[in-house]
Antibody, heavy 121, light 111 residues
């Protein structure tokens, strides 16, 4: 079955840009939508955005000015970049496959195990 | 776009049934059947339990069921078991520019 694994730095300095990778195994990135979702410690889930396998993106308006998502179909990788990081961006970051119906994001699964990113100097 | 509204906590004894509500608006929960529910154990990734309001993915126990009335969706867990103790989140598509919103989460405690 499809498995996802996030990777990246566990610690980022304020004002720096976060770069995360999600490796998809057991299946192809092609023909699917993929999401990044984050969860601050002890808090709820926040959707960051979606990317289609052809590179088309849709970002949460609250983060749009700072987010860049990309896809590498040859290596089955997804990437997330989030600029101008602050303490408020400290969270566990998840990648997940998106099930879409009628062009609308429907539900998320499977998910990666998540990676904790802490913003601190 | 505000988060969907869930109770902070719900508890029940083993074998009992509990229901978690998820209240939104006509722009999300009430307007579309794209409501999903996720179970999250401590330190683990969320796992989908219900999608499209009432559908269970393969492998999910039929003790979990979903429904919707107006702007409120509900997740019912019947025959409550110790392993059901976890946080539960609802999610919905929204016609606003946010596209996807989550509830604040509900902690389920098995007494």
């Amino acid at each position: 079955q499809v498995q996802l694994q996030e990777s990246g730095p566990g610690l980022v300095k304020p004002s720096e840009t976060l770069s995360l990778t999600c490796t998809v195994s057991g299946g192809s990135i092609s023909n699917y939508y993929w999401s990044w979702i984050r969860q601050p410690p002890g808090k709820g889930l926040e959707w960051i955005g979606n990317i289609y396998y052809n590179g088309g993106t849709y970002y949460n308006p609250s983060l749009k000015s700072r987010v860049t998502m990309s896809v590498d179909t040859s290596n089955n990788h997804l990437s997330l970049k989030l600029s101008s990081m602050t303490a408020a961006d400290t969270a566990v970051y998840y990648c997940a496959r998106v099930q879409v119906r009628a062009g609308r994001p429907n539900w998320f699964g499977p998910w990666g195990q998540g990676t904790l990113v802490t913003v601190s100097s | 776009q505000s988060a969907l509204t869930q109770p902070a906590s719900v508890s029940g004894s083993p074998g009992q049934s509990i229901t978690i509500s998820c209240t939104g608006t006509s722009s999300d929960v009430g307007g579309y059947n794209y409501v999903s529910w996720y179970q999250q154990h401590p330190g683990k990734a969320p796992k989908v339990m219900i999608y499209e309001v009432t559908n269970r993915p393969s492998g999910i126990s039929n003790r979990f069921s979903g429904s919707k009335s107006g702007n409120t969706a509900s997740l019912t867990i019947s025959g409550l078991q110790a392993e059901d103790e976890a946080d539960y989140y609802c999610s919905s598509y929204t016609s606003s520019s946010t596209l996807v919103i989550f509830g604040g989460g509900t902690k389920v405690t098995v007494l």
